[in-house]
């Protein structure tokens, strides 16, 4: 109850709330009638994550959301079916106010369009699909200097594994060489 009300005071902004003053309220009903349950965080082990831990007062989205992306930041493959059993997980023991909210890591290419990121896909794969999304329109092929620099705008806001995308290229045997662009249909190239 009391966790519940500290959750309520900080969504609406309720000022002179904290979680000193919460415990000087539960201190007080403590003292009239004994407490038999602490006020403690709620935790969560997510196997070879670590732990996500939802302090008293804080609102279950909000303790997901930074454990999310910590654990992106970190190299875990978490995405948002993950992140919705996380949290579906902490709300069946604590009352949930709100949904999680990961927005997409989004670029604004000028001229051409917004690449855009969902939370737990790895960036570079969202820019070959746009870059593939620009060939199938026009024939054309992102420049991989143009890549890159969508890339590293990306990587500003979301955690890469992949830090540069390059063309592939084979060497075909007495041929010569078959390079596939970013983006490029493979038989593309290969008719070429």
């Given at each position: 109850?009391?966790?519940t009300f500290l959750v309520?005071?900080k969504a609406n902004n309720?000022?002179?709330?904290?979680?000193?003053?919460?415990?000087?309220?539960?201190?007080?009903?403590?003292?009239?009638?004994?407490?038999?349950?602490?006020?403690?965080?709620?935790?969560?082990?997510?196997?070879?994550?670590?732990?996500?831990?939802?302090?008293?007062?804080?609102?279950?989205?909000?303790?997901?959301?930074?454990?999310?992306?910590?654990?992106?930041?970190?190299?875990?493959?978490?995405?948002?079916?993950?992140?919705?059993?996380?949290?579906?997980?902490?709300?069946?023991?604590?009352?949930?106010?709100?949904?999680?909210?990961?927005?997409?890591?989004?670029?604004?290419?000028?001229?051409?369009?917004?690449?855009?990121?969902?939370?737990?896909?790895?960036?570079?794969?969202?820019?070959?699909?746009?870059?593939?999304?620009?060939?199938?329109?026009?024939?054309?092929?992102?420049?991989?200097?143009?890549?890159?620099?969508?890339?590293?705008?990306?990587?500003?806001?979301?955690?890469?594994?992949?830090?540069?995308?390059?063309?592939?290229?084979?060497?075909?045997?007495?041929?010569?060489?078959?390079?596939?662009?970013?983006?490029?249909?493979?038989?593309?190239?290969?008719?070429?």
């Open positions: 109850m009391t966790d309520k005071a309720v000022e002179g709330i904290s979680e000193a003053g919460v415990e000087q309220v539960l201190d007080y009903f403590c003292g009239l009638k004994p407490c038999a349950v602490p006020l403690k965080p709620l935790e969560l082990p997510v196997q070879g994550m670590g732990v996500v831990s939802v302090a008293v007062g804080e609102e279950v989205a909000d303790a997901v959301e930074r454990f999310a992306v910590a654990s992106r930041a970190a190299g875990h493959s978490l995405d948002l079916a993950g992140v919705g059993q996380i949290a579906a997980r902490l709300c069946s023991f604590k009352e949930c106010f709100r949904p999680v909210s990961l927005p997409p890591a989004m670029v604004e290419v000028q001229g051409v369009g917004t690449v855009r990121v969902p939370f737990g896909e790895e960036p570079a794969d969202a820019v070959e699909r746009f870059a593939a999304e620009i060939y199938a329109a026009t024939g054309a092929l992102l420049a991989t200097a143009d890549a890159n620099a969508i890339l590293a705008q990306l990587c500003r806001q979301a955690a890469c594994k992949v830090t540069t995308l390059a063309p592939v290229s084979v060497d075909v045997g007495g041929v010569g060489a078959c390079e596939v662009g970013i983006g490029q249909e493979p038989s593309d190239a290969a008719r070429r």
